[in-house]
């Protein structure tokens, strides 16, 4: 009978996925680490449940060199990133991959997926890579393609890219030695994609329609902001923009019969709903 390969975790919960993955291909989860989330926008109650219910050690603390030694001294093999906010230090005695949304070495950076939305990007992909000395920029050990389809939002570009992911990682551990004995270095290039700032997250009487629209799908379930035709910006959460010339002054206001708000903008308007519930979307990882 094939024994369990040891494994440990770090991440929350966007990239959930990856973390069953291991075990239904056969891996033991030794440990899990994960990050102090708001609750609001992000979150870890699965990864949390995950361990307890499996009596997994978890922790919020920072990964230390530290754990590393006991994880290398307890046998475990792996230790998995996906969606962890920190660095992890190295260890050269204990393979560590991280999994970022983007096929490196383009796509460095914080938040891939959003930024492609917002930049009107049609392919990005996932990537998994060896955790090194800088983020991002380590061997990669599998890739995938993955096209933005026009329709996305951050919600379901962060759904489909997550579902990769977790098949990567199944096959990262299914095939762990030959994978990790055939990784290649990224090479020179590529490009850093960096967190959209609120900037570039607002909506004004100068944006253009589609702008606004990529603005509303790359920030879904995040906040962005609308100004208004006074000049004061207001923070909306997962409005939608509706194309068609209203006849409207900008910045003109009505409630739809489902409580939602319509503001007219340029090109069309916004549909900002009434406070709704959560998703457990987020950024790969936050600003360093």
């Given at each position: 009978?094939?024994?369990?390969?040891?494994?440990?975790?770090?991440?929350?919960?966007?990239?959930?996925?990856?973390?069953?993955?291991?075990?239904?291909?056969?891996?033991?989860?030794?440990?899990?680490?994960?990050?102090?989330?708001?609750?609001?926008?992000?979150?870890?109650?699965?990864?949390r449940a995950f361990a307890e219910e499996r009596h997994v050690p978890c922790t919020t603390e920072r990964v230390t060199p530290a754990d590393l030694a006991r994880l290398r001294a307890?046998?475990?093999?792996?230790?998995?990133?996906?969606?962890?906010?920190?660095?992890?230090?190295?260890?050269?005695e204990l393979c560590a991959v991280n999994v970022h949304p983007a096929l490196l070495p383009e796509g460095r950076g914080p938040w891939p997926t959003a930024w492609a939305l917002l930049?009107?990007?049609?392919?990005?992909?996932?990537?998994?890579?060896?955790?090194?000395?800088?983020?991002?920029?380590?061997?990669?050990?599998?890739?995938?393609?993955?096209?933005?389809?026009?329709?996305?939002?951050?919600?379901?570009?962060?759904?489909?890219?997550?579902?990769?992911?977790?098949?990567?990682?199944?096959?990262?551990?299914?095939?762990?030695?030959?994978?990790?004995?055939?990784?290649?270095?990224?090479?020179?290039?590529?490009?850093?994609?960096?967190?959209?700032?609120?900037?570039?997250?607002?909506?004004?009487?100068?944006?253009?329609?589609?702008?606004?629209?990529?603005?509303?799908?790359?920030?879904?379930?995040?906040?962005?902001?609308?100004?208004?035709?006074?000049?004061?910006?207001?923070?909306?959460?997962?409005?939608?923009?509706?194309?068609?010339?209203?006849?409207?002054?900008?910045?003109?206001?009505?409630?739809?019969?489902?409580?939602?708000?319509?503001?007219?903008?340029?090109?069309?308007?916004?549909?900002?709903?009434?406070?709704?519930?959560?998703?457990?979307?987020?950024?790969?990882?936050?600003?360093?």
């Open positions: 009978m094939k024994t369990a390969m040891p494994v440990a975790y770090a991440g929350f919960d966007i990239l959930y996925p990856c973390l069953t993955a291991l075990e239904a291909a056969g891996c033991h989860v030794m440990e899990v680490f994960t990050c102090p989330t708001d609750q609001k926008y992000e979150f870890n109650d699965q990864v307890n046998g475990c093999r792996l230790l998995l990133s996906a969606g962890y906010y920190y660095l992890l230090p190295v260890d050269p930049n009107g990007i049609e392919r990005i992909g996932v990537t998994l890579h060896r955790v090194g000395a800088k983020f991002d920029e380590g061997d990669i050990v599998l890739q995938e393609p993955l096209d933005v389809l026009p329709e996305d939002d951050l919600e379901t570009l962060t759904d489909r890219a997550a579902a990769l992911a977790a098949d990567l990682c199944a096959r990262l551990v299914r095939d762990f030695d030959h994978l990790m004995a055939s990784a290649r270095p990224q090479g020179p290039g590529g490009s850093w994609w960096p967190m959209p700032g609120k900037a570039r997250a607002t909506i004004t009487r100068e944006t253009s329609p589609e702008q606004a629209d990529r603005i509303l799908r790359a920030v879904c379930g995040f906040p962005c902001w609308l100004e208004g035709a006074d000049g004061v910006e207001r923070e909306i959460v997962r409005a939608r923009f509706e194309p068609g010339e209203t006849g409207l002054a900008y910045g003109a206001e009505s409630t739809l019969p489902s409580g939602a708000a319509a503001i007219a903008v340029n090109g069309g308007r916004v549909i900002v709903p009434p406070a709704g519930g959560r998703r457990q979307d987020g950024a790969d990882s936050l600003p360093r």
